[in-house]
């Protein structure tokens, strides 16, 4: 069985051979923690197992209400697994702010990468990894906008291909269904500490074809505009009737913030 603690919450994993454990190992390994280190309060359980004896293909997902998800294969295992823990976190702390977006850090503060899927995140991710930033998430990041905070959710980069040169895939990159996932262990920070970390700059990817790159400054009115459509908080508070209110909260909160627009 597998422990994993994200945001104060714990998380038990049970998976039915050998396998289908390396898979989460090297997806969540990041998260993994020593029994030991578990709470007595556990957030949520989650049990794995073969669809079927006679495929190696497709496996079912029983969660801690004891509803059973059919998944087909390998992505779809992960996709759940990591979707299903970022639901019941947001109902386990509904006082955080969970955005779309990667988070790494330099000189113990941290910058998130906020933008929509294909955007190349985790590419940049990967990149800046490479230079010395260390890491804390890849997909998820959970802030506690009243004290400027974010939290660790360290799940394995995941690549839908291999990154542009000069960037390689690191050594131990593991290739699990279409994706490259390169364990945490590989990356300066990770795991070390579950304590979160001061947010000092949110920014926003963009793709562009005119090399280099270019980086410009953006106003507290534009910035909601912007980290509105990465938001994946199921709160009620975040419901769309109050959008507008949120917006004046996220832009009170933020506005000291550096906040980039990166293209």
Same mark, same amino acid.
Not at 32 to 37: E, L, N
Not at 100 to 120: D, I, Q
Not at 155 to 167: C, E, F, I, M, T
Not at 207 to 230: G, M, T, Y
């Given at each position: ?11 038990? %994993? ?33 049990? %794995? ?61 941290? !910058? ?32 506690? %906008? ?15 291909? /291999? ?24 990356? /300066? ?18 793709? !562009? ?9 953006? !106003? !507290? ?26 917006? %004046? ?15």
């Amino acid at each position: 069985m597998f422990v994993l603690r994200a945001c104060d919450s714990t998380f038990h %994993i049970r998976c039915a051979d050998e396998a289908i454990a390396a898979i989460v190992e090297v997806a969540f390994g990041g998260l993994i923690v020593p029994f030991s280190r578990s709470s007595s309060e556990v957030t949520g359980r989650y049990q %794995i197992e073969r669809s079927n004896s006679n495929t190696a293909q497709g496996f079912r997902v029983r969660d801690f209400n004891g509803v059973y998800a059919q998944v087909e294969d390998t992505d779809a295992l992960l996709w759940h697994l990591d979707k299903s823990l970022t639901i019941a976190l947001q109902h386990r702390r509904p006082d955080l702010y969970f955005l779309h977006a990667a988070a790494v850090a330099l000189a113990g503060g941290v !910058s998130v990468l906020a933008a929509p899927p294909g955007t190349g995140k985790s590419t940049l991710t990967l990149g800046l990894l490479e230079r010395g930033f260390s890491y804390l998430s890849d997909e998820l990041a959970p802030i506690d %906008i009243r004290q400027r905070l974010v939290h660790h959710y360290a799940h394995a980069v995941g690549l839908k291909s /291999r990154p542009p040169a000069p960037l390689q895939l690191p050594q131990g990159t593991v290739a699990i269904g279409s994706r490259f996932h390169v364990p945490t262990c590989r990356f /300066r920070g990770a795991g070390l500490s579950e304590e979160p970390l001061p947010l000092v700059a949110v920014i926003f990817p963009e793709r !562009s074809s005119e090399p280099p790159a270019k980086c410009r400054r953006i !106003s !507290s009115s534009v910035f909601p505009l912007n980290i509105l459509p990465q938001t994946t908080s199921i709160h009620p508070l975040f419901s769309p009737v109050i959008w507008g209110s949120i917006n %004046i909260l996220l832009t009170n909160h933020f506005q000291i913030l550096a906040n980039f627009m990166l293209f």
